[in-house]
């Protein structure tokens, strides 16, 4: 039988230490410090605000991102400085960042929040609900870490940064990455994870793109 962990937070920003029950089985997932429960306690429990209730939500859903993307590149389009290959090197950045981010969840199996954090504010069924003060978790793997919305923004604005050279192009994985936190269902670890893996993979993907575009195109267009 496996441990049952709860992480407590309280709506005044008090960390607890969890309560570990005794097992025969221990199962190694790594709880948060309490330098970040307190950080995830204030942007998810106490920044909250009307304004934010309904923005958070937008900015976390995955067309947010696609939408934020198609429009730079119609712009970069239109003005000339994007090429086919930049949306080919987008495509595959984002989709290798997903993949890296599926990979390392599988491995580390940390809990969301919402699911482990007492207090945590998070949406359900269109609504807002506060997860119960006592409540404890009998979740022992979740998908928590690291963020891939985090992740496959960052990977999207590296590529695009290097093609259209605005710096405006990076509020697009803060927003995002801001808002897994308000809704609850990152750590702000797992957020900073996903930003560091997504920029890794898609810089390392960046100088083979110029080659896979001139292979792809003289095999495939004429």
Known sequence: MRQ?????????????????????????????????LALFGWINQSWHNPLFDALMPVFSSEI???????????????YKIVSMAVILCLGLSIAASDLACTIIKEGV???????????????DSGSWTVRPEHATTT???????????????????????TALRKKAIWLIPLFI????????????????????????????????????WERFRSRWIR
């Open 64 to 78: 947010f991102l696609w939408i934020a993307t198609l429009a730079l590149i119609a712009a970069g389009l239109r």
């Open 177 to 212: 990455g801001y808002s897994r936190i308000y809704l609850g269902k990152h750590f702000p670890v797992d957020v900073l994870a996903g930003w560091v893996v997504g920029l890794a993979v898609a810089g390392m993907l960046l100088p083979l793109y110029p080659r896979l």
């Open 139 to 161: 979740k022992h793997r979740g998908s928590s870490f690291p963020s891939a919305h985090a992740a496959n923004s960052a990977a999207a604005a590296l590529v695009l940064f």
């Open 4 to 36: 049952e962990v709860s992480y407590t937070c309280s709506l005044d920003n008090s960390a607890d230490i969890p309560h570990i029950a005794p097992t025969k089985e221990t199962f190694m997932t790594f709880r948060p410090p309490d330098w970040e």
């Open 109 to 123: 199996g940390r809990v969301r929040p919402y699911h482990s954090v007492a207090g945590t504010r998070h949406l």
